[in-house]
């Protein structure tokens, strides 16, 4: 079935330095891919999303390019601030599916 | 701005007891969802509902229970909770197919002593 591989944490960060969190994928078909974001004490919210290949989702300085050809999300962000430190987790979804696959989550703290 | 609502948001509670979590949203979305979350942080889906009288288990074996009688809510049910139980759970709804964002509520954070 469709799965969803991220990389584990957690991991630590100075402030303005460079993240990437890989998220590969495994799916019949086409499906759409989603980073969503859990900040601490709150549920998850929709950080991007992509609906075909080649596509790339942004937002609040984050960026993931859906590439087919490596079945990857990869999610970036150049610099990174303090109040970026939260969960992370990559999605995906299926037409012919009402649910979503999760990835196992990856805590990111962002020290100043 | 998503409009769904969790409550209570915390609640400790003794064994044996029976408690409902409450879960509703304003957006007018068929599609509801309850997930259980580990303290490793890993969502794992539980209930899930394609529209009013549907329910389905999830991935994740639960003994909890919902049901869905109106479109706005889909409340969770434990008839006798259990130290096990302890968990964070939240609600999510989607307004059509899997490929949609999914809309979730802030979580209730449950403890059974």
């Known amino acids: 079935g469709d799965s969803v591989t991220q990389m584990e944490g957690p991991v630590t960060l100075s402030e303005e330095a460079f993240l990437t969190i890989n998220c590969t994928y495994t799916?019949?078909?086409?499906?759409?891919l989603f980073w969503y974001v859990q900040y601490p004490g709150e549920g998850l919210q929709l950080l991007l999303k992509?609906?075909?290949?080649?596509d790339k989702g942004s937002n609040k300085g984050f960026e993931a390019t859906y590439r087919k050809e490596t079945t990857s999300f990869h999610l970036e962000k150049g610099s990174v601030q303090v109040s970026d430190s939260a969960v992370y987790f990559c999605?995906?979804?299926?037409?012919?599916?009402?649910?979503?696959?999760f990835g196992a989550g990856t805590t990111v703290t962002v020290r100043a | 701005e998503a409009d769904i609502y969790q409550t209570p948001r915390y609640l400790v509670i003794g064994t044996g007891k029976k408690i409902t979590l409450e879960c509703s949203q304003t957006?007018?979305?068929?599609?509801m969802y309850w997930y259980q979350q580990d303290p490793g942080m890993e969502l794992h889906l539980i209930h899930y509902?394609?529209?009013?009288?549907?329910?389905e288990k999830g991935d994740l074996s639960s003994e909890s229970t919902v049901s869905r009688i109106r479109t706005e809510h889909f409340p969770l049910t434990l008839e006798s909770a259990r130290p096990s139980h302890t968990s964070q759970y939240l609600c999510?709804?989607?307004?059509?197919?899997?490929?949609?964002?999914?809309?979730f509520g802030p979580g209730t954070r449950l403890l059974v002593l």
């Open positions: 999510a709804s989607s307004e059509y197919s899997g490929q949609e964002t999914q809309y």
């Open positions: 799916a019949t078909g086409y499906p759409s």
């Open positions: 992509a609906t075909k290949a080649d």
């Open positions: 999605a995906l979804g299926s037409f012919n599916d009402y649910k979503l696959s």
């Open positions: 957006m007018g979305h068929d599609k």
């Open positions: 509902s394609y529209g009013v009288n549907s329910t």
